[in-house]
Structures are given as structure tokens and as C-alpha cells.
């Protein structure tokens, strides 16, 4: 049984605060350019007899106008089949109602794969989806934070005396 799940980040670093020295305000300067998204498809396999597993798929997005910020339906297909692969068995899979996941073109795709059985979970129900919690710790851990400010390419600076 697999559970799938997708999430969606900035590479802008996120706001925060810090502490300085009493008059020396810390200043972090970040380019005003856009940074783009980067995207990630996640799939929980879980195998009775084995130990659970977690497939990934990371795909970066431009920054720019009319450009795709998210993933599409070969995207989701190469996770599914890349956990079909490692787990060597039928899956069935359990996920969301995304648009991408209940389009025509997925469904024709599912059709294709006689070893997959989807299923949809309800609407608005993070709470059935334990991938959602790998999001959650993602996006709330401090090296999240770092993270950003790596891909961001920030420096900080102190501000001279004058």
C-alpha cells in the first residue's frame, strides 16, 4: 500500500528574527530577483514484511511569468513507477483529489499499468495522508530556514560605523 502526496516551496528565505549586538542591527540582503519553486512528489510504500519506504521526486521551477510551477502527471507516473520497481509487487496507491491526479491523461496512464489500484482520498482530509506530516516536519524543522537562505545565496552584512 502506498500513500502519495506533493508539496510546493519558495526558495525565498522566510522572515524571521535574531539577535544582535545593543546598536548593530543585523541585515540579511537578499536580490529582489524572483527565485523560483521548487516542487517534490512523495510516496510512502509500505510493504508487510519489509521496512517502509520513501520515493521522491524534486523538480525546480524559474521564476518568471507563464512558466509551469508545479508538477505534472509524467512527474507523478515516475514516482509511482520508480515504488514499483523497488517494492517488485502491485500497488495499491492512496492520494488526494489534486487535478492532476484525477485529469483524462491520468487516468489513461493508470489504465496502462495493470499492477496499480488508485484510490482518492475525501476532500480536505490531510489527517488521512501520513505523507503530509513529512511536509509538515520539512517545512517547520530549522534547517529549513538554512535551506532557504542556501539556495537564496544571502549574505549577511553588518552596517559600518559612520
Known amino acids: 500500500m502506498c500513500f502519495e502526496d506533493e508539496a510546493g516551496f519558495t ?20 536580490s529582489g530577483r524572483r527565485s523560483g519553486r521548487l516542487s517534490v512528489a512523495g510516496l510512502i510504500a509500505m510493504r508487510p514484511g519489509s521496512r517502509t519506504r520513501l520515493c521522491h521526486r524534486l523538480r525546480t521551477h524559474p521564476a518568471g511569468k507563464g512558466k509551469r510551477r508545479s508538477l505534472g502527471e509524467r512527474d507523478f507516473i515516475a514516482v509511482i513507477d520508480g515504488a514499483h520497481q523497488l517494492v517488485k509487487a502491485p500497488i495499491v496507491l492512496v492520494w488526494d483529489q489534486l487535478n492532476t491526479h484525477v485529469s483524462r491523461r491520468m487516468r489513461q496512464l493508470i489504465t496502462e ?13 490531510p489527517d488521512l495522508n501520513p505523507v503530509e506530516s513529512v511536509w509538515t516536519s520539512q517545512s517547520m524543522s530549522p534547517a529549513a530556514s538554512a535551506r532557504a537562505w542556501i539556495c537564496c545565496r544571502a549574505r549577511v552584512n553588518t552596517p559600518s560605523r559612520a
Open 113 to 125: 499499468r495493470e499492477w496499480l489500484t488508485v484510490f482518492l482520498l475525501p476532500a480536505y482530509s
Open 11 to 30: 526558495r525565498r528565505p522566510p522572515k524571521g528574527r535574531t539577535w544582535g549586538r545593543r546598536g548593530h542591527t543585523p541585515v540579511v540582503t537578499v
